[in-house]
C-alpha cells in the first residue's frame, strides 16, 4: 500500500515563505503525476499545484501562480512545494497527491487522483 506523507507545515507570517515536503513510501514505479492541493475550513478541497513524472510540466492555479513551485525528485520519491509571499489566504489543510493513469499530465482534477497523504497543516497569520 503507497503511503504519502507531507511534512513541513505550520505557522507563519503574512509574506513569509515555507515549503513542504511529500515523500512517498512503498512506492516501486516512477511514472506518476504529483499534485498539491489544499482546503481551507468549510470549504472544499482545491488543486493548486502539478508536476508530471518527468518534470517536464507544471501548472498552477491562479491563486498560487508566481508564488508556489512544485518540484520532485523522482529517484527519492519526494516531492515539494515552496511557497513565498504567503498570505491569509492560504492558510489550509495542504495534501499531496498522485495520479498514476496519466503520468504525462499535470493534472488539476481532483478526481483523477489516487493517493492521499493525510495532510499538513499551513496557518498564515495576518
Known amino acids: 500500500q503507497v503511503q504519502l506523507t507531507e511534512s513541513g507545515g505550520g505557522l507563519v507570517q503574512a509574506g513569509g515563505s515555507m515549503r513542504l515536503t511529500c515523500t512517498a513510501s512503498?512506492?516501486?514505479?516512477?511514472?506518476?503525476?504529483t499534485g498539491w492541493f489544499r482546503q481551507a475550513t468549510g470549504k472544499e478541497r482545491e488543486f493548486a499545484a502539478a508536476?508530471?513524472?518527468?518534470?517536464?510540466?507544471?501548472v498552477y492555479s491562479d491563486s498560487v501562480k508566481d508564488r508556489y513551485i512544485i518540484s520532485r525528485e523522482i529517484a527519492q520519491n519526494t516531492m515539494y512545494l515552496q511557497m513565498k509571499n504567503l498570505k491569509s489566504e492560504d492558510t489550509a489543510v495542504y495534501y499531496c497527491?498522485?495520479?498514476?493513469?496519466?503520468?504525462?499530465?499535470?493534472?488539476?482534477?481532483?478526481?483523477?487522483?489516487?493517493?492521499w497523504g493525510q495532510g499538513t497543516q499551513v496557518t498564515v497569520s495576518s
Open positions: 508536476i508530471n513524472w518527468n518534470g517536464g510540466s507544471t
Open positions: 512503498l512506492l516501486t514505479r516512477r511514472t506518476y503525476t
Open positions: 497527491a498522485f495520479d498514476i493513469h496519466q503520468p504525462w499530465m499535470a493534472d488539476v482534477d481532483v478526481e483523477n487522483y489516487d493517493y
